[in-house]
C-alpha cells in the first residue's frame, strides 16, 4: 500500500498546524518564543515551516517553501510535559544532540495523535 514502492522518497507521515517552541540547543537551556509552526513528519525527521498563515500570501509558495528546521527522530524522547507549561497537551521532544522542543495544540485528540504518530516512527527506527 506504500506510495513508496522504490523506496527512494521519504513516507510522509503527518502534517499539521502546532505551537512549537524551542526550548534548549544542545543541552543549553534557551527562552521560551512560542509560534504557530506547520510542522511534517516524513521519514525519519521531522520537518519545521514558518506557519503559511502568518506570511504575506505573495511570500507563501508551497513549491519553495524553505524548512524552517528538521529534527531527526532517531534515539529522540517524547514525553508528555503539561509540567512545563502553563498550556495544556504539551509534550516534549527531545533529540539525541540535546535539542528540545514543546510541542502544543489546544485540541487534546490532535496532539495525541501526533504523540503516537511520532513515537512510533522513534520506536521504528530503534528496531533498525
Ligand atoms: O516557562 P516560562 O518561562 O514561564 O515560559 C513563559 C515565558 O517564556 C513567556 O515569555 P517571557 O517570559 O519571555 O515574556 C511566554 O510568553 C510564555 O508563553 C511562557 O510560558 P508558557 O506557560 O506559555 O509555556
Redesign the pocket.
Known sequence: SSPDSDGCTPELEKAGLLNK?KIAEGGRKL??N?SPSWVVLVGNSLVFFKDPKSQTPSSWKPGNSRPESSVDLRGAKLHWAND????KNVFRLRTVTGNEF?LQSETNSLIKEWYITIQSVIDRLDRE
Open positions: 517552541t527562552r521560551k512560542w512545563l507549561s502553563s498550556k514543546l
